[in-house]
């Protein structure tokens, strides 16, 4: 194995080599247990998703919510998607993780259409990995799921980080005809890349979430100035502003200042269960029937 020649030819004594081999030893053996657990769990169907609610900066209404997945892992209990969605994507597990959570999002929503008033119409978005735009019959799962479900393409928003967008021919059609169908592309983790300009520039982007780095930091007015000045951009540009990580009285008020169309953070509500979401979100409020 090469990480542990490396290791050995860095260590000076016998000793250390065989520290640091079993080291590697034992986070092998954790990435195979990981990986077959994962296997059984997308067999078993083991995960759940959470739901954070966005809500508009000036009524505090809830008007749409993020699904965000978890492992529910037989003996370590609750995963969280940091840990296994980049093992799923190497495994090649992700197009099924992925099409299970767009398929029990769109089911989700169904629900809460019926429990909400005719004219009330929540978003519903959803993380996509990369490689699920390099499957060409990608837009066309997507739609049949929203007509099984009797969900119009417009409740449904797909949220793309940079590291998920790699421009290939396939992908790039298939975010054209996803947005031509009414479905909106939001541009994840906005800020954090390199190339977040291009990309809003060549492809259909609607909606732009302000990575929770440039809010988490911000503690005075005179910290504001770079919230301040991707919500000019944003603006001024016509792009639809959700800013997530707003934690303190002081950011909601900030972003409300700035009139960010949507707010998601724990000041409002960390992710919960559907059935959470519905007891203090939906039932108890003026969306309710
Ligand atoms: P993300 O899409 O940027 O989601 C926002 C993350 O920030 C969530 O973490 C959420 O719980 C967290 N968050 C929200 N408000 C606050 C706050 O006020 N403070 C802090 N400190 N954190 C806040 P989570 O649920 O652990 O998800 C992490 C990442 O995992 C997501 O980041 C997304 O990239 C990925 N992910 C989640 N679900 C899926 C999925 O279904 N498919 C794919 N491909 N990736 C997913
Ligand atoms: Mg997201
Ligand atoms: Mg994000
Ligand atoms: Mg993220």
Redesign the pocket.
């Known amino acids: 194995c090469a990480d542990v020649a490396m290791y050995r030819s860095k260590s000076s004594g016998r000793n250390q080599s065989h520290f640091y081999s079993k080291a590697i030893h034992d986070e092998v053996l954790k990435r195979v247990t990981l990986e077959s657990d994962l296997r059984i769990a997308v067999e078993q169907q083991q995960f759940i ?2 739901y ?1 609610p966005q809500v508009s900066y000036n009524d505090h209404h809830i008007v749409g919510v ?5 492992w529910q892992h037989p003996t370590q209990g609750l995963i ?3 840990v296994f ?1 980049p093992v799923a994507e190497e495994m090649g597990l ?1 197009d099924e ?2 099409r299970w ?1 767009i398929d029990m999002a769109c089911q989700q929503l169904a629900q809460w259409n019926q429990m909400t008033r005719n004219d009330v119409k929540l978003s519903m978005a ?4 990369a490689l ?1 735009l390099n499957r060409s019959d990608f837009y066309q799962f997507v739609m049949n799921t929203l007509s099984k479900h009797e969900i119009q393409p417009e409740q449904l928003e797909l ?1 793309l ?1 940079e590291s ?1 967008i790699n421009r290939s021919e396939i992908a790039d059609k298939q975010l054209m005809d996803l947005s031509l169908a009414g479905i909106k592309l939001a541009l ?2 906005f800020g954090t890349g390199y190339s977040s300009l291009t990309h809003l520039q060549l492809l259909p982007f609607e909606v732009i ?1 302000i ?2 780095s440039f ?2 930091n911000i503690h005075s007015e005179s910290d504001s100035h770079f919230l301040r000045a991707i919500c000019a951009f944003s603006k001024a540009l016509n792009f639809e502003i959700v800013a ?4 303190t009285e002081f950011q909601r008020g900030l972003c409300e200042s700035l009139k960010v169309d949507r707010i ?4 409002f509500a ?2 919960m269960p559907a059935k959470e979401l519905e007891e203090k979100w939906i039932n108890r409020t003026h969306l309710f029937r």
Not at 264 to 267: K, R
């Open positions: 998703l959470y954070q993020e699904a965000l997945i978890r969280s998607p940091m969605i992700i993780i992925g959570v959803a993380n996509l990995s699920q949220e980080t998920t994840d983790d979430k990575d929770k809010i988490h997530e990580g707003v934690e998601q953070g724990y000041y960390k992710p």
